[in-house]
Structure formats: C-alpha cells, structure tokens
Nanobody, 114 residues
C-alpha cells in the first residue's frame, strides 16, 4: 500500500492550496480516505474524511474553508484549502484504514505566513 501526498508549500494568509494524494495497492473506490495534519508540538488531528459514497466530514476548524474530494478512476483524494490561516500550518497526511491497518502517506508541509 502506498499513499503519495503532494501540493504543499508556502502561502500567505488568505491564500489557497490544493493537496493531492495518489494511492496504490488498495481497492480505492470502496475505502474511506482522509486527511490529517500535525502542527509542530501538537498531536496529529483529523482534518477531513470522505467515504466510498462521497459523504464528507470535517473538523470544525476547517469547515467552510476546506473541501475534500475523490476521483476513484485516478485512485486520488484531494484537499482544496481556501482562506488559509497561520494556524493551518502543519504537515498534512493522507490516510486510509485498510485490512485492519492504518496507512499514512509521507506528508506534505503547508506553511501559512501572516
């Protein structure tokens, strides 16, 4: 199982970024996939998840600003992040729970400057 996240970078507050995570080795279309993040000195937290039926759920801190989506034919999950804030600065990881195991991508760094 492989998850490859990309799309992070440096952006000013109020800006936007779109993260992508390409997966391999799983039956992507039937799995819930998600994005998590970990800021320096803090625990990893859930940002957003999307089910196989494209039902979405968001952390309160990102509701209305972030949008998670998936394209099954590409085995890819996306995270569109708008109105970014300095507190969104973190390493972002994609995640899937598959065959009773958690799988994580390597993470992509998002830095939001004030």
């Amino acid at each position: 199982v492989q998850l490859q996240a990309s799309g992070g970078g440096l952006v000013q507050a109020g800006g936007s970024l779109k993260l992508s995570c390409v997966t391999a080795g799983i039956n992507f279309r039937i799995n819930t996939v998600g994005w998590y993040r970990q800021a320096p000195g803090k625990e990893r937290e859930r940002v957003a998840t999307i089910t196989s039926g494209s039902l979405t759920d968001y952390a309160d801190s990102v509701k209305g600003r972030f949008t998670i989506s998936r394209v099954n034919i590409r085995n890819t999950v996306y995270l569109q992040m708008n109105s970014l804030k300095p507190e969104d600065t973190a390493v972002y990881y994609c995640h899937v729970y598959f065959r009773e195991r958690d799988y994580w991508g390597r993470g992509t760094l998002v830095t939001v400057s004030s």
